[in-house]
């Protein structure tokens, strides 16, 4: 019996593209990885150039395809979050963009490397084919995350990798209402190969991240995976509490040594006092975030809401239950036996 190979591809108004990605994945199958088998889930985020329509098409003439339909934009992490709990695969390609700047070509050498016994191999954006700007602050950002993480997650790495069926296991246990999907697989362990590679320039359309989109994912990835924010504001606030401290004394030990006038200081107070409040400030942002957090993690509302699925199997009962409600069956079920 053939494995499967599981591939996740998030889309949003990607009309004129998820046509060629499936094709490009169809070809690879078809010829260099015709020993497998293949789903290919597109998780759809309410687009609304017709991009639904072009997915119904492909899953009525391709069983391998598999359509989730949002009910709206709950963005590309959660869209395939959602998605990646519902593979099949022995193995799983967790993210394919559709404009396809990760190569498809690339998984025929991922799954040779799994084939070894490496459970988790992962793509490195060593070359970029974008803008100066753009590099530099992604090369920042991934530097500043894997510095404060409190685990190695690799630089230039995204959520381009292929895992293993005993990783996806893991990786989908956890519980995050906003998941860093590419540090909750470094977080999980398991061997690692890297595979570098370079990252194109889009062909067609325009990018979907734009400059809001892509700080709001950074200060996730920062925030998710490292107190180190927190402790920096700690470490700062004893730091400047003692020099305040040092100041004050040094003060009075200047008048009383060498004035007989009250010490003049007006500007020096209202420096320090615009100084501290904006240290204040910057703190108290900082805090927000990690509140911000977990308001929305304890609020425990639904991932994604789903309008439709397509191709996929009925789910069972048990599936249909949530995680609790099933712990207590099956308790029930062991209890009349």
Known sequence: ?????????????????????????????????????????????????????????????????????????????????????????????????????????????????????????????????????????????????????DIDIPVNVGEFQLIDRKVWEAVIQHDDHYPYVRGIIASVGFKRVIVPYTWEARQIGISKNNLPRLIDQALNGIFSFTNAPMRMCTLVGLVLA???????????????????????????????????????????????????SIHAQVRRGPMVVERERINFKPATTAEKLPAENMVHALQKKAAST
């Open 242 to 292: 003692g020099l305040c401290m040092l100041y004050a004394f040094g003060s009075v030990a200047a008048y009383l040594l060498f004035s007989t006038t009250a010490p003049a200081g007006i500007t020096t107070v209202i420096v320090s006092l615009f100084f501290l409040s904006g240290v204040q400030l910057a703190f108290i942002g900082i805090l927000g975030e990690y509140v911000t």
């Open 1 to 149: 019996m053939k494995k499967t190979i599981s591939i996740i591809s998030p889309c949003y108004n990607e009309v004129d593209n998820v046509e060629k990605c499936h094709a490009a994945v169809r070809a690879l199958f078809e010829n260099e990885l015709s020993d497998y088998a293949f789903e290919h889930i597109f998780a759809d985020n309410a687009s609304t150039d017709g991009t639904p329509d072009v997915l119904r098409e492909l899953a009525a003439s391709a069983s391998e395809v598999k359509v989730i339909l949002n009910a709206r934009n709950f963005g590309p992490f959660r869209s395939m979050f959602n998605a990646l709990k519902s593979a099949t695969g022995d193995a799983v390609v967790v993210f394919l963009a559709v404009d396809l700047q990760d190569p498809p070509e690339k998984i025929i050498e991922f799954v040779r490397i799994w084939e070894t016994g490496v459970e988790v191999v992962a793509g490195a954006r060593v070359n970029r084919q974008e803008s100066l700007a753009l590099r530099v602050c992604r090369a920042i950002f991934y530097r500043i995350v894997n510095g404060l993480s």
